[in-house]
């Protein structure tokens, strides 16, 4: 039955699909026949026909076939045929790219383009554009100008459309036609209006004041075009997003948004609602008529209306959730809504919405709903779960109850992933959801056919596990995982195992018991890791255990990778110096994890994932790779975050980063010429050192033409006393002006003039010589510092009396240290004054330091900081620095 | 809040597609080098896109980070895809425009073999609808103005009263 099925369709689908199973080479064959005298358009059209199919299924053409068939095409301007000569159109278009020589067609073409039919006109220009290259455009030049304030409203669009497209090869004649669509501006026809605006706003985009000029002449004029009044609102709520607040015209800005809120198209409605929303300067009362706006939305039968209030309410209710309560009803309605995005999108609305009163229900509500939604939806309520989390820590058991539920049900890899990762959160946010998320994921891994995942848990519970009450009951589910799995899975189950012999002494025999076992094993991996361990634990030596099995490696592993390269081509006789790798800080990885949360609560809008970023400094160390005299200094240490010298909006931009290496500091500037008729030389910035610094070498930059960055550097040496390492630098941009043509770039003269830009002062804090170093268990490291001699200890009392909370003290005391805080020590649990903040680092050529800062909260904070370093004089610095 | 504000440029559209009743593609453009480059991702994402939607009939999706706007009708799907942060609307205006421009050059017969007939017509509507991502034209009139439809092709019901009254003028004056 089924065979007759298809045989009869696929008898359907050969009869009514005259394209099924044509080939490349036949239909290039058959288009030979373009060349007959006289053209028989029916024929031909079809042939076309066939090949624009070909190019759209992604059929490749070669080099010469295209360019065969496109000379061929060309054949077929000798016919008067309307289709015929669009599809002609179409098929220079579609090659252009790929056959040779398409020039030839440009006469063809510009005598269509200026000819009196007006079918051929519009199509025309934009197929000539497709052709043309910078240097053919100044030919044509005159025709597009004409062209753009052409009556024919169909031959002006396909104008301004085509000069849009040209800028990316010509921007600088396109921006020769401001006058023309200016003029186009004042067009009747809706599109000619849009397209014209869009040219418009493209060539002045980088001019501000040209654009605020635009926007207040065209907010007046109320333009006619709906989709040019959305591109208006973008503008002007990109002006209003850059000005930052105050100003008077800002107001006007504004209203004129506002005023959008009760234009007649819906579309425009919702621009202005979104733009309202979205705009960082909106306050509460100024949000509550956009939001009315998208509440009406919310009621609509159109899915994409409600779709698109939903999906706006879910950005707002990050930043103002209690706006957004006024429509919990219409939310509320939409949950069942037969569009799951819909429904999906309005759920986890209501989650950041609501009070912790409503969790229980809401949770309800959702289990009845989840195992009816893909995977995709899956994961932006378990995101959401894990928002409500950290929001209600009370609520722990509620939610951790639903998520185990979750994961016992069937689902892919990304939906298990996000729910253990959830859990996890959960568990390091909230101590008193500790046991129980534990107990959840051991009996997940139970039966968990994901090893990367269940490997991520093995480690969690090697983690946390051992500062349990009872750490053995985690050795059982362990343990079995080393009977039951494959290697990948033992080998972590051997590693989480060896962390709890290191932390738990009782725990100890039996764990060397069960490591003896596991050196049995077939696979070498985990043989290998079963003997390292049970050797270092029989050594009964604290500080092994931290170094080598509690606290992880913390070196770049892509920079390990890179050296170890380099050292096995070069003289491999000295042994390879693991010092010489820098540390990686935790930060890197932090900012990968924000990157990666910020499309959270929006559906799924990950696109292809992208590769791992390198660290900060792995970026800068290959720009600095570049310049041969920073070779000499030795591994980068530490790169800072970029410090702005300038405002933005000057006449020269000026951005710094310092790195930080052994002995040297190397300041590396950013500069950008944003004047037009000016061509700098010889740039550089003249910097004035604290004391006790040398500058070792200047390096400028020999030329930076107009809206360009280029790069100087100054390398300067340390000073030997660490104490006036920290300080105050002037900073001062020299260079030599030449005054040149805007448009070409040409200097006028060879005769430049030397000028100076005061720049703003440059601070070396000792966050800039510091590293971050995560430390997973502080304590045990404090203690063995204590008891090792090589450690000298510095101790301060001092009041912070700038700040009123314990949170901002440790922002600032984190910042400016540049140490990581262990532990979760950076989170104070709410209501407390008193907090114990723990950081660790390393300095500058390879000095550990930890530091214990004991925090008091009355009118202000009161800070009792203590320094452990390997190094006096370090610990000297740090005590002095926050002085 | 991450600021979804949108960058004020007129490349609206990131691709549209016409798909069949088995997820395949009858047409397809996509507009932006940076979203599927290469062939194979853009089928990928049509297997993905169809099955996603050819049971429920929703009208909206989000998917690999686009939002895409669809339309069928009997054995056919039309698909218009823009940036996630992009304004539902106006891609819904742009998927209405196709689809109406289809249907009057199918005079309402909208399906597979008809598209299939008159490909030529519905590929020079497509460009006359969408260029290079920018929105040409979101009226269906004046598409199939523009499109080398001669008048007498479309029925007296289907035209525009200027049409209309454009071939009654040529007629008599």
Known sequence: MSSFKREKKEEEDGGGNPFQNIEKTTVLQEARTFNETPVNPRKCTHILTKILYLLNQGEQFGSTEATEAFFAMTKLFQSKDVILRRMVYLGIKELSSIADDVIIVTSSLTKDMTGKEDLYRAAAIRALCSITDSTMLQAIERYMKQAIVDRNPAVSSAALVSSLHMTKIAGDVVKRWVNEAQEAVNSDNIMVQYHALGVLYHIRKSDRLAVTKLVAKLTRMSLKSPYAVCMLIRITAKLLEEEGDSGSSNNHLFEFIDSCLRHKSEMVTYEAAHAIVNLKRTSSRELAPAISILQLFCSSPKPTLRFAAVRTLNQVAISHPAAVTACNIDLENLISDSNRSIATLAITTLLKTGGESSVERLMKQISMFVSEISDEFKVVVVQAIRALALKFPRKHSVLMNFLSAMLREEGGFDYKASIADTIITIIEDNPDAKETGLAHLCEFIEDCEHTSLAVRILHLLGKEGPRTKQPSRYIRFIYNRVLLEDPRFRAGAVSAMAQFGATCPDLLENIQVLLTRCQMDPDDEVRDRATYYSNILSRQDKSLYNNYIIEPMKISISALERSLQEYIQGDTEESFDIKSIPVVSPLAAEEIQTTAQKTDGMLSSTGPSKPVQASREENYIKELSNVPELQQLGPLFKSSDVVELTESETEFVVRCIKHSYTKHLVLQFNCTNTLSDLLLENVRVQVDPSEGYNIVKEIPCPKLPYNETGTSYIILQFPNDLSQSVGTFGAVLKFIAKDCDPTTGIPDTDEGYGDEYILEDLEVTPSDQIQRVSKVNWTAAWDEATEANNYSMMNIVFSLSSVSTLEEAIKNVVQYLGLQAAEHSDKVPEGKTVHTLLLAGVFRGGADILAQAKLVLSDTVTMELTVKATEESVAELIVFAIE | ?173
Not at chain 2, 69 to 88: A, Q
């Open chain 2, 1 to 173: 809040m991450d600021g979804h504000l949108l960058e004020p440029t007129l490349y609206t559209v990131k691709g549209i597609a016409i798909l069949d009743n088995d997820g395949n593609r009858i047409l397809a453009k996509y507009y932006d080098k940076n979203v599927f480059p290469t062939t194979k991702e853009q089928r990928t994402f049509e297997k993905n896109l169809f099955n996603k939607t050819h049971r429920a009939n929703a009208e909206i999706i989000m998917l690999d980070g686009l939002t895409c706007v669809y339309r069928s009708n009997v054995d056919l799907f039309f698909y218009v895809m823009g940036s996630s942060h992009e304004n539902e609307l106006i891609l819904m205006s742009v998927l209405n425009s196709l689809y109406d421009s289809v249907s009057q050059i199918l005079r309402k017969n909208v399906e597979k073999r008809a598209v299939l007939e008159s490909l030529d017509i519905v590929m020079l509507a497509m460009d006359e609808i969408c260029d290079g991502g920018i929105i040409i034209d979101a009226d269906s009139s004046s598409v199939m103005s523009r499109v080398a439809l001669r008048t007498d092709d479309i029925p007296l019901g289907e035209q525009t009263v200027a049409q209309v009254t454009n071939a009654i003028h040529s007629l008599f004056w």
